[in-house]
């Protein structure tokens, strides 16, 4: 039956505009139908579609707007999610990569408008101007029930710490790598906020703030110099930690008995060295 339907529906597509019987035909199919139609079309098809059936549009409206992905040529869809909320309640998926210079700080209070918009996300990723993370932290900004990525190139500062406590879904985590020692405190975050972290990537400074007591096994510190401290510091993680990925400027060995003993069940390792090697950069990478 399925197949008919769309094959039924497909000419319509090729058409600038659709009969009455068509549409009233259109319009009698079961919700679960249209969907599963609308699934099938590209982008392109399904905006010409909804244009030539009103009861697409709904449809089409919650299926194009589910995954959201800017950068400089489509930076208008902020505006659009900003002036329109019911559209940004269909976004799911929103990810904004876009050099810092490019953008003005009336983009900014519009993103932040729109990311107030958009409580039904259930994955973020802002890669803009690192000194822009007052957009996360608008008191507008609604809990996020369902959010389990957060990626940004933001440092962990207290407009992040604030957003942190309205995900408690989060699973993964990903911030700024920059590791600035004479930065500022890392703020602190209640003991109780994302408590089903399982991933974290960044710094160790940063790493060392979160990971101990929430649920963590996987642990990417791509910047910044791994201790045998942080090794004892991050294995405080209430589940064994499974794959850690680090640099440093440390003997390897001493760091190994370090693992040995406090990360058993390690499955994955890859650790960048620097220290007394012939070469400059040495990978050393184990698997158990």
């Known amino acids: 039956m399925l197949c008919h339907i769309v094959t039924s529906v497909s000419p319509l597509l090729r058409s600038p505009c659709l009969s009455v019987s068509a549409a009233m035909s259109i319009h009698t199919l079961p919700a679960e139908i249209l969907d599963a139609v609308c699934r099938d079309l590209s982008p392109t098809h399904l905006a010409a579609f909804a244009r030539s059936a009103k009861p697409i549009l709904p449809v089409a409206r919650r299926l ?12 208008f869809l902020v505006h659009t999610l900003a002036e329109k909320p019911s559209l940004a309640l269909h976004v799911r998926t ?3 990569r876009s050099e810092p210079s490019s953008l003005f700080d009336s983009f900014y209070r519009l993103l932040a408008i729109a990311l107030a918009n958009m409580k039904d996300l259930t994955s973020l990723s802002l890669f803009v101007d690192p000194s822009a993370s007052w957009v996360i932290a608008s008191p507008r900004l609604p809990f996020y029930p369902r959010l389990s990525h957060f990626a940004s190139s933001f440092s962990f500062n207290a407009h992040v710490a604030a957003f942190l406590t309205k995900a408690d879904a989060l699973l993964q985590f990903e911030i700024d790598n920059f590791v600035d020692i004479t930065g500022p405190p890392i703020p602190p975050l209640p003991s109780t906020c994302i408590p089903r972290l399982s991933k974290f990537i960044g710094c ?10 929430r649920p963590v096994h996987t642990i990417h510190l791509l910047e910044g110099d791994i201790t045998e401290t942080d090794i004892i510091q991050l294995a405080k993680s209430s589940a064994p930690i499974i794959i850690f990925d680090a640099t440093t400027s440390c003997q390897p060995t001493p760091l190994l008995d370090t693992f040995t003993q406090f990360m058993p069940r390690l499955n994955y390792l890859r650790i960048l060295t620097t220290c007394n090697l012939p070469d400059p950069l040495h990978l050393v990478s184990y698997f158990f």
């Open 204 to 213: 160790p400074r940063v790493a060392n703030a979160i990971v101990p007591g």
């Open 94 to 96: 929103f990810t904004i």
């Open 64 to 75: 194009l707007y589910r995954e959201i992905s800017i950068s400089t040529p489509n930076l």
